[in-house]
T-cell receptor, first 112, second 113 residues
C-alpha cells in the first residue's frame, strides 16, 4: 500500500526525443505527487509536482500526466537534451502521513 | 545551493568507530528528515523531526541515533556500523510536515570498512 513503483530503471533517449517515465501507486490517500531530479554528487531537487485534482501539469519541457482511476502518473520530457541526463525519482505523499514515498528511480541518459 | 548543507561530504569509518553527520538548514523550515540512498533502491526515510520533535523512526537500527537540538540543525550519530550501512545519507527539510516541497542537501557518502 505504501509502495510507489517506477519504470523503467534506465532509459536512453536521443537528443530531441521524448523521455517518458512511469509510476504507479496503491494508496488512494496519496494527494501529492512530485518528481525529483538528481545529478551525480548532488541531492535530489524538486522538478515538478501535481495534485490529483488535475490530469496534467506542464512546466517548460516537463509535463506530468496523472490518471487517478488507474493510479498512475508519468513524467514526459519533451525535446530531451544531454543536460537532462540524471536520475529521476517519482514520489507520493498524503497530508496526514507527511512522509514522501519514493520510487526506485530512473537513470536517464540523453545521447547527443 | 538548496539552503540545506551537509557535512562531511565523504566519510570512511571502521565498524568500531563513532562518528556524526551534520545537517544545517537556513530556510526557516519546521520539518527535517534523514534519508538513506543505496544503489538501485528507493530513497528510504529514516527519521522525521517536526518542530524539533521526532515524529517518525522508520524501524531504523539503534546504531543510528538522530539528534535535533533546534529547528535548524539535525545530526545523525553513528556507532558500530556494518558494511551494509555504506550509502549516501541525505538530509532534507520542508516548511511543514506534510505534502510540501522537500529540499535536499548534497548528502554524505558513507563507507564502512
Amino acid at each position: 500500500q505504501q509502495q510507489v513503483k517506477q519504470s523503467p530503471q534506465s532509459l536512453i533517449v536521443q537528443k530531441g526525443g521524448i523521455s517518458i517515465i512511469n509510476c504507479a501507486y496503491e494508496n488512494t490517500a496519496f494527494d501529492y505527487f512530485p518528481w525529483y531530479q538528481q545529478f551525480p554528487g548532488k541531492g535530489p531537487a524538486l522538478l515538478i509536482a501535481i495534485r490529483p485534482d488535475v490530469s496534467e501539469k506542464k512546466e517548460g519541457r516537463f509535463t506530468i500526466s496523472f490518471n487517478k482511476s488507474a493510479k498512475q502518473f508519468s513524467l514526459h520530457i519533451m525535446d530531451s537534451q544531454p543536460g537532462d541526463s540524471a536520475t529521476y525519482f517519482c514520489a507520493a505523499c498524503y497530508n496526514q502521513g507527511g512522509k514522501l514515498i519514493f520510487g526506485q528511480g530512473t537513470e536517464l541518459s540523453v545521447k547527443p | 545551493e538548496t539552503g540545506v548543507t551537509q557535512t562531511p561530504r565523504h566519510l570512511v569509518m571502521g565498524m568500531t568507530n563513532k562518528k556524526s553527520l551534520k545537517c544545517e538548514q537556513h530556510l526557516g523550515h519546521n520539518a527535517m528528515y534523514w534519508y538513506k540512498q543505496s544503489a538501485k533502491k528507493p530513497l528510504e526515510l529514516m527519521f522525521v523531526y517536526n518542530f524539533k520533535e521526532q515524529t517518525e523512526n522508520n524501524s531504523v537500527p539503534s546504531r543510528f541515533s538522530p539528534e535535533c537540538p533546534n529547528s535548524s540543525h539535525l545530526f545523525l550519530h553513528l556507532h558500530t556500523l556494518q558494511p551494509e550501512d555504506s550509502a549516501l545519507y541525505l538530509c532534507a527539510s520542508s516548511q511543514d510536515f506534510g505534502n510540501t516541497e522537500a529540499f535536499f542537501g548534497q548528502g554524505t557518502r558513507l563507507t564502512v570498512v
